[in-house]
């Protein structure tokens, strides 16, 4: 069976930088989603479309088709009172924001002092080449339970 819209794919991936460094891989042997409803990024979806359980490849995603470019306009210095004050506020660290229409929005601090957090609402992956090795290991037709969720359910089914 090849893969396409609504197929359930499991795959086994290792995720390099341009520079060899692992950045994830599937950490049981297999990731599954389904394919087709922006489950994973969409260089990475594309490339696995048509293919069938066995194929291995190895895809390069360009950013514009994983995480984006880095936006400059998305890293703002915030007044320090706005993180919890028992807390020491190291670079590296995330915490969740409130976007400019509510939404939730991960975010990284890159710089911290007294007065104010730099942090930066990009992801952590924007603007990097993604290099990724995969494995085929089933494909599936999706339940029509999992099309109408918009993703994989396990076994006995998925509880909301």
Known sequence: MQIDKHSVVTLHYTLKDNDGN?????????????HGE???????????????????????????EAYGLHDA?????VPRHMFPTEQTIEPGM????????GQSLLVTVVKADDDTVTVDGNHPLAGVQL?????????????EEEITHGHVHGPGGHHH
Do not use: M
């Open 38 to 64: 922006n489950n994973i990024i969409p260089g990475l979806e594309n490339a696995l479309t048509g293919k069938v359980t066995g194929d291995e490849l190895s895809v390069s995603v360009p950013p514009e």
């Open 22 to 34: 692992i950045l994830d891989e599937s950490s049981d042997g297999s990731f599954c989603y389904l």
């Open 94 to 101: 995330q915490f969740h924001a409130e976007g400019p229409e």
């Open 73 to 77: 306009e998305r890293t703002q210095s």
């Open 131 to 143: 290099n990724f090795d995969v494995k085929v290991i089933a494909v599936r037709d999706a339940e």
